[in-house]
């Protein structure tokens, strides 16, 4: 069974770096795409960022130049910096691990409260 377990979620100044993390069990962690997402309240889940197995990422465009998504396959973790933090990224983040992505995910973790005061 995958298990995925978030951490490094808090309360941040608007302007401040957040780095979360997400660590993965019961997987073949190299072969898999790792994805962070968020929800706000009253809104949808949306896509922030993406590494697929070879490393290519893609990231949202609200976010793009300001987090950074990378992975350490030997520990089995994806991690999402987030620099330059604004009070509209305040959100639960949530990673997910998906054998067939784009298709679908097939793993979520618990999600990490973000919020980010003005």
């Known amino acids: 069974q995958v298990q995925l377990v978030e951490s490094g979620g808090g309360l941040v100044q608007a302007g401040g770096s957040l780095r979360l993390s997400c660590a993965a069990s019961?997987?073949?962690?190299?072969?898999?795409?790792m994805g962070w997402y968020r929800q706000a309240p009253g809104k949808q889940r949306e896509m922030v960022a993406v590494?697929?197995?070879?490393?290519?990422?893609n990231y949202e465009d609200s976010v793009k130049g300001r987090f950074t998504v990378s992975r350490d396959n030997a520990k089995n973790t994806v991690y999402l910096q987030m620099n330059s933090l604004k009070p509209e990224d305040t959100a639960v983040y949530y990673c997910?691990?998906?054998?067939?992505?784009?298709?679908?995910?097939?793993?979520w973790g618990q999600g990490t409260q973000v919020t980010v005061s003005s």
């Open positions: 997910g691990l998906s054998y067939s992505w784009p298709k679908k995910y097939d793993f």
């Open positions: 019961g997987s073949i962690f190299s072969l898999v795409t």
């Open positions: 590494i697929t197995s070879g490393g290519s990422t």
